[in-house]
Each structure stands twice: as structure tokens, then as C-alpha cells.
């Protein structure tokens, strides 16, 4: 069974430029949910996604963004990026049938100059 | 951001130590994960604890979920090199929703 998988891997944008990553979660489950690491705050939650609606939100300003495709495909967009927003961006999928774990992708590194 | 406070920050053992490592919070959680994360990749799921009190093993590895539901604990015996890795606790809210918090980390060096 694939795991989750995030494209791309690595990217570099420059300040003001917007950025979209994606996710593809693991077959067969409806939750996406998505962390910020960097090595000064850790992981912190950014948003989850159920069944195309987004059930919970962390405490990022307005320039983060998701959405879900009724496949369970995600993305998530930043827009207007800032130097801060260098980290590395992970998607964790998770099932009712999974229990409440979530598992995770290898992530985006995202590099803003 | 919010985070569990996670300790130790590090920690040096030499190789067939015992290593343990515990998280705490003000806040009361359904569930505790615990990952290990290498360089350059995403977190991996060693242990996924549901009730209070439980205690769970995966191999070497053994996890606890406090009674107060406000901490876990993990255990690794006798350690290996390839141990090495930042192990995170997370707390979850997960009644209509999966949100985790997680901690700030230990990072494991195996001396051989």
C-alpha cells in the first residue's frame, strides 16, 4: 500500500511569490492534515481536511490556505511568501479505520529568498 | 506556536543502553503518538497510544499514556546506531477531528 505521498520535494520561491504543494494521502483515507516544521517553532499544525471541508485550523495568518479534491488528493497554498515561510511542509492522511493516528509524507522543503 | 514540553532536549548513550524520554502538557489528550524522524524525511509512527494507563510495545520500543492523560512516556532498550533520529511525542484531539500538538523533540546520538 503506497504511503502519503507530497510533491514537489524541494522548492525554491523567491519573497511575494505564492507556492502550491501537494498531497496525495494514503489509498482509502479521507483525512489530510498538514505541519509546518521549522527547527525554531517544531511542528506546528497548519489545517485538516475531510471529505473536501475543512473540519479544524491552526493559528496561521490568512495567506496559508487548503483545499481537498473529492478524491482526497490536497493542496495547500501559500501566497505572498515571506522569508519566515522557509520550513519544511508535511501531509499526514489518516482513516476511522486507522484509528486516530496520522501518518505522515516525507514533506516539501520550501526555501523562500 | 504551541508545543508539549518534551525532555531530555538530547541525549548521548552508548550503544545497549536503556534510553527514556517523556512528554507533558497542561492540557488532557485522547491520544499519544510517538514518531522518529531521520534528516531529511518525515516523522514515522513507532507508537499510537489510545486509553490512559495503556502501555504498548512495538520490539525494543515501549510507550505509556500517563493517567492524568497530560503525558506520555517512551522507553528504548537496549539501543542501537541506527537509533539515532529526533523522537517527537504528539497529543491529539481527535474526537471530530485530527489535530495534533507536538513536542519540542529528543534528539538520540547511539555511541557505538
Known amino acids: 500500500k503506497a504511503g502519503v505521498t507530497q510533491t514537489p520535494r524541494y522548492l525554491i520561491k523567491t519573497r511575494g511569490q505564492q507556492v502550491t504543494l501537494s498531497c496525495s494521502p494514503i489509498?482509502?483515507?479521507?483525512?489530510v492534515s498538514w505541519y509546518q516544521q521549522t527547527p525554531g517553532q517544531g511542528l506546528q499544525f497548519l489545517f485538516e481536511y475531510f471529505s473536501e471541508t475543512q473540519r479544524n485550523k491552526g493559528n496561521f495568518p490568512g495567506r496559508f490556505s487548503g483545499r481537498q479534491f473529492s478524491n482526497s488528493r490536497s493542496e495547500m497554498n501559500v501566497s505572498t511568501l515571506e522569508l519566515g515561510d522557509s520550513a519544511l511542509y508535511l501531509c499526514?492522511?489518516?482513516?476511522?479505520?486507522?484509528?486516530?493516528?496520522?501518518?505522515f509524507g516525507e514533506g516539501s522543503w520550501l526555501t523562500v529568498v | 506556536g504551541q508545543q508539549l514540553n518534551q525532555s531530555p532536549q538530547s541525549m548521548f548513550i552508548q550503544e545497549g543502553e536503556d534510553v527514556s524520554m517523556n512528554c507533558t502538557s497542561s492540557?488532557?489528550?485522547?491520544?499519544w503518538l510517538w514518531y522518529k524522524q531521520e534528516p531529511g524525511e518525515g516523522p514515522v509512527l513507532l507508537i499510537a497510544l489510545y486509553k490512559a494507563g495503556e502501555l504498548t510495545s512495538n520490539g525494543r520500543l515501549t510507550a505509556q499514556f500517563g493517567i492524568t492523560r497530560k503525558d506520555s512516556f517512551l522507553n528504548i532498550s537496549a539501543s542501537i546506531p541506527s537509533d539515532v533520529g529526533i523522537y517527537f511525542c504528539?497529543?491529539?484531539?481527535?474526537?471530530?477531528?485530527?489535530?495534533?500538538?507536538f513536542g519540542t523533540g529528543t534528539r538520540l546520538k547511539v555511541l557505538a
Open positions: 492540557s488532557i489528550f485522547n491520544t
Open positions: 504528539a497529543g491529539g484531539f481527535t474526537s471530530g477531528t485530527y489535530k495534533y500538538i
Open positions: 499526514a492522511s489518516s482513516s476511522t479505520t486507522s484509528g486516530n493516528t496520522i501518518y
Open positions: 489509498s482509502g483515507h479521507r483525512s
